[in-house]
């Protein structure tokens, strides 16, 4: 049975494509367009997934659409009734919903041709996408499942049991109550007002203390009786008729999450690119404590009410890698699996998975163990940019690639590496990445400044060989996907300072030999000559969606301070 999974009509447009149950191809919009988590409808991607699992659209034999435009009907007409039927936010909402009702044409659009009649179009409610696109894949016939996110279906949260192929929810939080719609409307405080820029606060927490604003975050967020949470209306108005959000193409788009009152506790906003101070991140390192506290709080009461020791989570929260990397530490979990496209992008897999086991019935059979499920490399693609380029192809055996790598990253050079498949999800996970020496201190500044144009306090990833996580990151999982931050090991902190954060920390990647074999051949010639087995890794992109194509990577290596590129099986230096 093939299964086309989308996310369409809401941020980080996706799909993704199953053949009874096994995941074949998954790639985010983003990558095609060219707009970073770009909404409307993912139609390149879909095609791209068509190609690389060689399959027509004939061969489809249904589609799973992550989102219901049935589900939660009662709290979504109230919901448009307080803002007003006549305001911008509410003919918004409508016109999606509208969308949904007839994914014919734009499917037709997709597949270049007529759409059978025979294909059955599945609606499958926001949040138990999310769940299911956890879940499914951890290989797990028992755990408990939690989604936090901004809010999708008139949810911001759901957690329950998946036992077998059935998925059970006990409990929810409604909209306009969200922790994600809390840590947006922070972040926008902050000077940060784009679609995703929440993983800069995260980032900035690290620099503050939290108890300067300690009781102003409570005021905002308090945690309800029955283990959900609960906003302080007064301060927000997402719930308001005034309020816009743009889901139906391009980038998407919010307007302040917060309204005047919250100078009251916080002072007054910061304007973008104005000087980040103490007094910003110390509001940083309190949004992070609070959002911690109350998850954490959840899962404990989640784990005590299920006594399962695994958890699936999914959602744009659980991409916040450094309460993550707390769960296993703090709450009664002992194993956490969160898969690499964990927010919005992600729910095309969990709606097609949905379909597959919940509600078909079929086995599981797929364990995902790692991210690469978009496009490969093709080397004569490669050859033909670089050409076009005026570049003579240098071509080099992957034994050969590697130990020129390695010689030039030990050297202090930065290099493109694009191989293999391209990666679903917002990391970079040694397929499309930019990669780095990681014992140089200045390293950081270097790669922020001249290659990613952005701000300095930004961290970067370690990638390590799976067989040394122990040892760097005595506290750290074997996660493929860089979505848990813990300290490294005091011996190794100077030893790779630039790959950690300033407390310390690393969100680090376990390269493995089964799940990336030229990635981990690369760090093993870096480590023979350097003995570390680690390399500084971060997106192989520059303000754009990282690159796609083998002319992206060209056009990025082209303009920046990158040394060298790793295109295929082509080696180009500077």
């Keep these: 049975m093939i299964i086309l999974g989308i996310n369409a009509y809401h941020a980080e447009a996706s799909a993704a494509l199953l053949r009874d149950g ?15 988590h770009v909404a409307g409808f993912p139609t390149l991607a879909i095609r791209s997934c068509l190609k690389v699992a060689g399959l027509s659209p004939r061969d489809i034999d249904a589609v799973a659409v992550s989102r219901d435009p049935w589900a939660h009907l009662g709290p979504k007409a109230l919901s448009l009734l307080r803002r007003g039927l006549l305001s911008p936010a509410a003919r918004n909402r409508v016109g999606s919903l ?7 044409e734009p499917l037709r659009e997709a597949f270049g041709e007529e759409v059978p009649r025979r294909l059955k179009i599945h609606f499958v409610e926001h949040h138990r996408a999310h769940i299911a696109s956890s879940y499914y894949p951890s290989g797990w016939d028992r755990a408990a499942v939690l989604s936090l996110d901004g809010f999708g279906d008139s949810l911001s949260a759901l957690w329950g049991i998946g036992e077998g192929n059935h998925l059970s929810v006990s409990g929810q939080v409604r909209f306009p109550h969200s922790l994600g719609i809390l840590y947006t409307a922070v972040t926008q405080f902050l000077g940060f007002p784009h679609w995703g820029d929440e993983y800069k606060v995260m980032g900035l ?17 308090r945690e309800a009786e029955r283990g959900g949470y609960e906003l302080e209306m007064g301060y927000f108005r997402h719930h308001q008729g005034d309020y816009s959000m743009t889901w139906a193409a391009g980038a998407p788009t919010l307007s302040a999450l917060f309204n005047g009152r919250v100078e009251e506790l916080l002072g007054p906003p910061r304007a973008p690119d104005s000087p980040l101070d103490e007094r910003h991140f110390d509001l940083a390192s309190a949004l992070q404590e609070r959002l911690e506290r109350i998850v954490l709080n959840l899962l404990r009461r989640l784990a005590d009410r299920t006594r399962i020791s695994r958890l699936c989570y999914a959602g744009g929260v659980a991409l916040n890698c450094t309460l993550n990397g707390k769960i296993m530490k703090e709450t009664p979990f002992k194993e956490v699996f969160i898969q690499p496209a964990a927010h919005d992008a992600g729910t095309s897999l969990g709606a097609a998975l949905m379909v597959a086991h919940h509600l078909h019935g079929l086995p599981r059979r797929f364990v995902m163990t790692h991210a690469s499920w978009g496009p490969d490399v093709v080397e004569a693609e490669c050859r033909q940019a670089l050409e076009k380029e005026g570049i003579s192809p240098r071509r080099l055996e992957e034994g050969e ?39 140089d201190p200045a390293m950081k500044d270097r790669i922020n400044e ?25 506290e750290a999982p074997l996660d493929p996907f860089m979505l848990f931050t813990t300290p490294a090991s005091p011996s190794w902190v100077s030893k790779i300072p630039s790959a950690l954060h300033v407390d310390g920390t690393g969100r680090l990647q376990a390269v493995t030999r089964e799940a990336n074999p030229l990635f981990w051949q690369l760090i093993g010639e870096f480590q023979q000559r350097t003995g570390v087995p680690v390399l500084l890794n971060t997106s192989f ?8 194509r083998p002319e992206e990577a060209l056009a990025c ?18």
């Design 98 to 104: 509208a969308t949904l009702w007839n994914l014919r």
């Design 450 to 474: 001249r290659i990613k144009r952005r701000e300095r306090f930004r961290p970067f990833a370690p990638s390590v060989r799976a067989e040394a996580v122990k040892e760097c990151f005595p």
């Design 401 to 439: 690639l590697c130990r020129q790598a390695a010689e030039a990253l030990a050297g202090g050079k930065i290099i493109g590496w694009f191989q293999g498949r391209m990666e679903f999800g917002p990391r970079s996970l040694g397929c499309r990445s930019l990669l780095a020496d990681p014992r």
């Design 541 to 548: 992109n520059e303000q754009e969606p990282i690159v796609c």
């Design 557 to 574: 290596f082209r303009r920046n301070g990158v040394d060298a590129l790793a295109l295929g099986p082509f080696w180009v230096v500077r």
């Design 22 to 36: 096994e995941l074949l191809a998954a790639a985010e919009e983003e990558r095609f367009s060219r707009i970073k």
């Design 205 to 221: 927490a690290a620099f503050g203390r939290p108890d300067r604003y300690r009781s102003a975050m409570e005021k905002l967020c």
